[in-house]
């Protein structure tokens, strides 16, 4: 596999459950992130990654907690979530110390009910 | 703080036409600037990008993006529209690669 994975694509929790997403990058990246998607709002990002250490938390609530566990794998574990937030939650990574970008994962759509 | 704007939330084209998509940033120094496409429940895909040097880029799909630093602008654009370029357009924005940001984004309708 190539590029960057995020499983699963599409997930409904209730408000009491506690879910995981996963984000895996194949591209030998050093960098991950995630960003939240609503509709018609900008892309939102929620936690940077670099080298596994955690170095942006955009003013998240800690219902949204993140893992990153080595430089090819991230998380987003879910609990408590309210309706508001469901949208699609996207994974991307990148090499920190060059300007290429970022490659996306094709997103985890959440619904919350 | 850099940001972008896109001015166009929704622009509709007919087949065949023309696209100009506009994007206006703000960044105290060089950007390094980006246009990404998105479509329905897909991930963002990476269309060009522009760190320096010639100031007209050459994208996947046939696009390309000219950046003006006078108008602070890196407008994208494509000669001839097809029915599968219809999707959301991001424009972006980072001076260091740790920090990416996104306009709000441009929705395409192409008619046929």
């Known amino acids: 596999e190539t590029g960057v994975t995020q499983t699963p694509r599409h997930l409904v929790m209730g408000m009491t459950n506690k879910k995981s997403l996963k984000c895996e990058q194949h591209l030998g990246h050093n960098a991950m992130y995630w960003y939240k998607q609503s509709a018609k709002k900008p892309l939102e990002l929620m936690f940077v990654y670099n080298f596994k250490e955690q170095t942006e938390n955009n003013s998240v609530p800690s219902r949204f907690s993140p893992e990153c566990p080595n430089s090819s794998h991230l998380f987003l574990h879910l609990h408590t979530l309210q309706p508001e937030d469901s949208a699609l939650y996207l994974c991307?990574?990148?090499?920190?110390?060059?300007?290429?970008?970022?490659?996306f994962g094709s997103g985890t759509r959440l619904t919350v009910v | 703080a850099q940001s972008v704007t896109q001015p166009d939330i929704h622009i509709t084209v007919s087949e065949g036409a023309s696209l100009e998509l506009r994007c206006n940033y703000s960044?105290?120094?060089?950007?390094?600037l980006f246009w990404y496409v998105q479509s329905p429940g897909q991930g963002l895909q990476l269309l060009l990008k522009y760190f320096s040097g010639d100031t007209l880029v050459q994208g996947i799909k046939g696009f390309e993006a000219e950046f003006k630093r006078s108008q602070s602008s890196f407008n994208l654009r494509k000669p001839s529209v097809h029915w599968s370029d219809a999707a959301e357009y991001f424009c972006?924005?980072?001076?260091?690669?740790?920090?990416?940001?996104f306009g709000t984004g441009t929705r395409l309708q192409v008619t046929l």
């Open positions: 960044y105290g120094a060089t950007p390094y």
């Open positions: 972006a924005v980072t001076g260091t690669a740790s920090k990416l940001t």
């Open positions: 991307a990574s990148s090499q920190a110390d060059r300007d290429d970008g970022y490659t």
